[in-house]
């Protein structure tokens, strides 16, 4: 089964203590779209500029990412994004952000994307993300992540979209800040209130909460001592994981807590390089053994 990621693909400038990458590839649609790819079959929507070089499209191609509905606007630029990480990576400062061709696009889905039944709508504004789902056939599992900025500014009709989506991608920050409430069990069970079948909070280093149907499952994040940039590591995680629900063709809560591991394991991977530089040169044969690692780091008997 094959999977639709609608979201944006960027320049990125990311700054850490030690490096600088200047105006590489990123883009929650990318991050997302190529995690996903290990998986299902993928297409990726989203609006670029003409000044997106056309080898970033034919890596993506060469990763099994149909990129036919990546719409080239005229004259257009492609969104950017400037982020600052703190020494020990746990804060994140945006410094900059340009919407351009990403602020106001033809939400318009192909014919062949409509019939979707995987779907992630990675980080944009909710009123898009609206205008993509009520274009959807006969969807199985619509996954929704968001950010501050829409909760802050978009309430209205991020609560609208919620109501139409089987399940919510947050981290603990926005949780809290979607619920008001502190206690992320709790900030779960409210968002589930609010429409979404299945919740899930990324923690970070801390790992990730699963709750679904009223049941919940936690995971730690993979232990790693080799960070170079963990930008994207939200949108691999839900990238891998919706890709493994279409590979698997099972929404079931057992089905999700397998997702979340792959969502973990290939999160661990994208933190390794700058923008998709580990992906890029990713198998499924390492994730599949990092998985095998990660299940006995966290089984006892
Ligand atoms: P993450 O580290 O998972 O939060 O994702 C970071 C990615 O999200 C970067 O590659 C950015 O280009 C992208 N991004 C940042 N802000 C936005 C936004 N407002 N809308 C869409 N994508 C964004």
Known sequence: MAVLVVGSVAFDTVKTSSEVADE???????????AASFFAPVWLMSPVGEDLPAE????????????????VVKGGRTFRWVGRYSEDFLDRTTEQVEL????DYDTTLAPACRGAEYVFLANGAPQAQKAVVEQLERPRMVLLDTMDHWIEN????LDDVLGHVDGLLVNDEE?????????????ARRMSEMGPRVVLIK???????????????AVPAWLTETVKDPTGAG????????????????????????????????ASFCIEDFSVGRLQALTLEEIEQRRRDFASMVSWS
């Open 24 to 34: 590489v590839l990123g883009g929650s649609g990318t991050y997302c779209a190529y």
């Open 56 to 71: 970033h499209l034919a890596a993506m191609r060469q990763r099994g990412i149909d990129t036919s509905a990546i719409q």
């Open 100 to 103: 351009n061709v990403f602020g």
């Open 154 to 157: 978009e309430r209205e009709a």
């Open 175 to 187: 949780a809290r800040l979607l619920t008001g409430e502190r206690n992320l069990l709790r900030a």
């Open 203 to 217: 923690k970070g280093e801390h790992g990730s909460l699963l709750v679904a149907d009223g049941r919940p499952f």
């Open 235 to 266: 949108d691999c995680f839900g990238g891998a994981l919706i890709g493994h629900l279409a590979r698997t063709g099972d929404v079931s809560f057992e089905s999700l807590k397998s997702a979340v591991s792959y969502g973990t394991v290939v």
